[in-house]
């Protein structure tokens, strides 16, 4: 079992409102705060997405590069864009994130029902964003959420190669209406499919709403990591609002030290990532 525990913070994401969740960090300001106080408390990696004046999602390639040069200039948290962005974003523009050189990007492993929504990802687009970031540099975080998108992540790698660094990483997002839902034993499950992937892959976990909690704990159980954000939950406890990022990064510190799984430091998480 892993010993220690890389926690990632999602603290902005594409589907919540400011005005419904005036905690919710939008600003380039808001996001720096948001990102120092997460490292601060033992997040090693930021899993961003941004907005535009009016606080709605965007894709703007000014706005991306300038936040992934303030972010490491304020922190030494691992960069990982979006390149999902939201379910209305062209597929050029959401290959187009590479182009703001983070340090990894997200690779979503197939189309899901997204609530109401369909979030498309054809196989075509997801070689492309696959070979594009071999030839960039830039470590892919496959994100995952249903069973079958491991077997299509078996597919490509197979037919394409390992990922920039060579290490193979997944994050299992569980509890979106369409998807996995965020149970114990599908996380189980799909742990064990991972048995088909390259010996050494890691997988990270991110419960959607009321599914934080247990999703959490059975990924600790399992060897796995952490996601927590305010792109993933608002709600902190039944009836009680998430009054910060910070807030959910410290619970999942403080789980993963009861579990005697430490958070890994930045360094040792690029260590982990192949960074």
């Known amino acids: 079992m892993t010993t220690g525990t890389l926690i990632t913070v999602a603290p902005t994401g594409a589907e ?3 005005a419904e969740v005036p905690a919710l960090p939008v600003t380039l300001d808001e996001l720096l705060l948001t990102a120092k106080e997460c490292e601060a408390l033992g997040a090693a990696v930021i899993h961003v997405h941004i907005r535009d004046d009016e606080a709605k999602p965007t894709l703007d390639q000014g706005r991306l590069r300038e936040t992934v040069a303030a972010l490491r200039q304020s922190t030494d948290l691992i960069v990982q864009l979006s390149s999902g962005g939201a379910v209305t974003d062209p597929e050029s523009a ?8 983070p340090d990894m ?10 609530g109401d929504d369909v979030f498309l ?8 964003l696959h070979t594009r970031m071999q030839e960039r540099g830039v470590v892919p975080e496959y994100e995952i959420f249903d069973l ?10 197979g037919k394409y190669g390992l990922p920039h660094g060579g290490h193979v990483h997944v994050d299992f997002v569980m509890g979106v209406p369409g998807g996995m839902p965020g149970t114990t034993a599908t996380l189980v499950a799909a742990q064990q499919m991972l048995r088909d992937l390259p010996e050494g892959t890691t997988f990270s976990a991110t419960g959607i709403g009321r599914s934080t909690i247990p999703v959490m704990l059975a990924s600790l159980s399992t060897g796995g990591h952490l996601r927590v954000g ?3 939950t608002v709600t902190y406890a039944k009836g009680r609002p998430v009054e910060s990022n ?5 619970r999942a510190v403080g789980f993963a030290q009861l579990a005697q799984r430490p958070p890994l430091t930045t360094t040792e998480a690029r260590a982990l990532l192949g960074l």
Do not use: P, Y
């Open 105 to 114: 990007a997200s690779c979503t492993m197939g189309t899901v029902n997204f």
């Open 121 to 128: 990802n054809r196989w075509e687009f997801i070689v492309d």
């Open 94 to 101: 959401r290959l187009a994130v590479l182009d703001a050189g």
């Open 246 to 250: 910070m807030q959910l990064v410290a």
């Open 16 to 18: 919540s409102a400011k």
């Open 230 to 232: 305010m792109e993933d």
């Open 148 to 157: 079958g998108h491991l077997a299509a992540l078996q597919r490509l790698l």
